[in-house]
């Protein structure tokens, strides 16, 4: 015997809990990821992933940083994910994720949910060029 179950939060009902088609349990907003490859072959230089939208903000999934060969093999370099308040800005408004890397490393970090700030960008920049990077995630409706 089947049960009908609505579940729904606390906040008066916009949000309500769903099953997939594949019988997954989703209890917040579900949507495709998109990705945005950037090499970040200037050092000092922000590199815009993701622009800001009215209403919305930007949830990162996801990100593949791989420092090449022309990073120094004996220095690390400076990397840094962050939000900006302007397109390409090396200037940071707040760090969403800092490590540093030498010539051939990766950082991979998949399975996390970080709530970009309303209106900010996503950036990332190096301190020594190349760093190529892939950043994953999608939008949602504004946090109120």
Known sequence: MALKILL???????HSASVTKNGELVTAPLEYDQSVYKEWGTAASGYTHFAPKTGE?????????KADKQVSSSTDADVLLYEADEEDSATVSKILFETAMVQDETVTMTGIRLLVGKGKYVNGKTS??????TVMGYYIPAVP
């Open 8 to 14: 729904i939060g606390g906040d008066g009902g916009s």
């Open 57 to 65: 903000q930007f949830v990162i999934t996801g990100f593949y940083l």
């Open 128 to 133: 020594d060029d190349d760093v190529h990077a």
